[in-house]
């Protein structure tokens, strides 16, 4: 029952063969195990990867944010120093005022006194 191409071989050449596509079909599944390994070491990879453009996204937006609230606080601290000098002026002018009242009160008060004493 021997194939025509084995009928010639001797048993050592039959086992050299054997020992040949043993060693093959281990060679196969070592080199499957190594690609398989490769796939999951690139998954990770791929994970990692996302991971770091999320937060790279989320730092991004962040500093978006920041410079927004930085702007806008520029703006409000520039119309607040537009309006120094012109608080200024009206603070001036409110306490010239109140001296006036001031002096015209206290000159009532005094004519009152005379008044009084008469």
């Given at each position: 029952?021997?194939?025509?191409?084995?009928?010639?071989l001797?048993?050592?050449?039959?086992?050299?063969?054997?020992?040949?596509?043993?060693?093959?079909?281990?060679?196969?599944?070592?080199?499957?195990?190594?690609?398989?390994?490769?796939?999951?070491?690139?998954?990770?990879?791929?994970?990692?990867?996302?991971e770091?453009?999320?937060?790279?996204?989320?730092?991004?937006?962040?500093?978006?944010?920041?410079?927004?609230?930085?702007?806008?606080?520029?703006?409000?601290?520039?119309?607040?120093?537009?309006?120094?000098?012109?608080?200024?002026?009206?603070?001036?002018?409110?306490?010239?005022?109140?001296?006036?009242?001031?002096?015209?009160?206290?000159?009532?008060?005094?004519?009152?006194?005379?008044?009084?004493?008469?």
């Open positions: 029952m021997e194939t025509p191409e084995l009928e010639g001797e048993p050592d050449s039959l086992a050299s063969l054997e020992e040949r596509i043993r060693k093959t079909v281990e060679h196969v599944a070592k080199l499957r195990a190594e690609r398989d390994e490769a796939f999951a070491q690139r998954e990770a990879a791929l994970a990692a990867k996302e770091a453009l999320t937060k790279l996204d989320q730092a991004l937006t962040e500093r978006d944010q920041a410079v927004a609230e930085r702007n806008v606080a520029r703006k409000t601290a520039g119309s607040v120093a537009d309006e120094l000098p012109k608080m200024r002026s009206e603070l001036e002018s409110l306490r010239s005022e109140r001296k006036q009242v001031r002096t015209r009160i206290e000159k009532l008060l005094g004519q009152m006194d005379l008044l009084a004493g008469q």
